[in-house]
């Protein structure tokens, strides 16, 4: 039977973000025009994103992307945590029985792991939320970077995910459907306290659907520049579990700062 902490295993299993309630409170001033109907993007705060630039295939996301060791500094600017900082770093790993080749820690919640595929993109094939001890293999692995999008384009990930305790993985908690729709949706001026980019756009909406009793809706805007990695990112998820739980969170973060640890390493297509 589902009880409410499954429920909230659940929303911090798939994406691991800080949870809390903001308000979209500030203005759209500063928004570009083809942006400024879109409120999520207002708790990044004034100023952030600026105006539409010309918008090229996504040939190398890893590029994009900043694909090499290194760490990531970034301010939140919505929720229970606004004003603090959050570190994430990315380090290259021995293979895993998986594949994985790529470690990707996200503050004290999440640890990602990754491995490149054919055409120079990325997936997910597991990853750890730390908060509930809970471990998440997908299958199919999920969609993570995507080469070869242009402007506009889309595309869509089908699966599974099946969550264990990351204590004692023989122990399974549940399994789910997943749809992880991914949209290039152009280049904007970005502008955080690390400095102003031009960041290509990435929109991914997330389903997650388990027996019919917990739904999961994610919405998230993640701006990526060349030679930087990830400049800002706003997200929007909401749960809904009949009658036990509910819950609509947003979620911001402008980066503050970024060093490279090691020399460039670049995802190629073989």
Known sequence: MFRARTVRVLAAVTFGSVLGIFPATTSAQGLSPSLAGVELLQILGDG????????????????????ETGEW????????HRGQTEVESLALIKATARGETWKRTIGQDSTLYLREVTGGGLVLPSQITH????????????SYLIAGLGPGESRTFDGRMDVY??????????TGRIRATTVYAGVYRVTTP???????????EYQIDILAVVSVRDTLYTFYAEGVGKVAEAEHRRIAAM??????????????SYTSVGPPIRVESP
Not at 50 to 62: H, I, K
Not at 73 to 80: D, F, H, L, V
Not at 243 to 256: A, C, E, H, P, R
């Open 48 to 67: 952030v994103i600026g105006a539409p630039e010309s918008a090229p295939t996504l040939r190398d996301p890893g590029r994009i992307a900043r694909w």
């Open 73 to 80: 500094q970034y301010r939140i600017t919505s929720g229970s």
């Open 131 to 142: 908060t509930y001890q809970a471990l998440v293999y997908f299958e199919p692995p999920l």
């Open 165 to 174: 305790s990351a204590n004692n993985p023989a122990i399974k908690w549940y």
């Open 194 to 204: 690390a400095g102003a980019f031009r960041a290509a756009l990435i929109k991914t």
């Open 243 to 256: 009658g036990l739980f509910n819950s609509d969170t947003k979620i911001g973060k402008v980066l503050v």
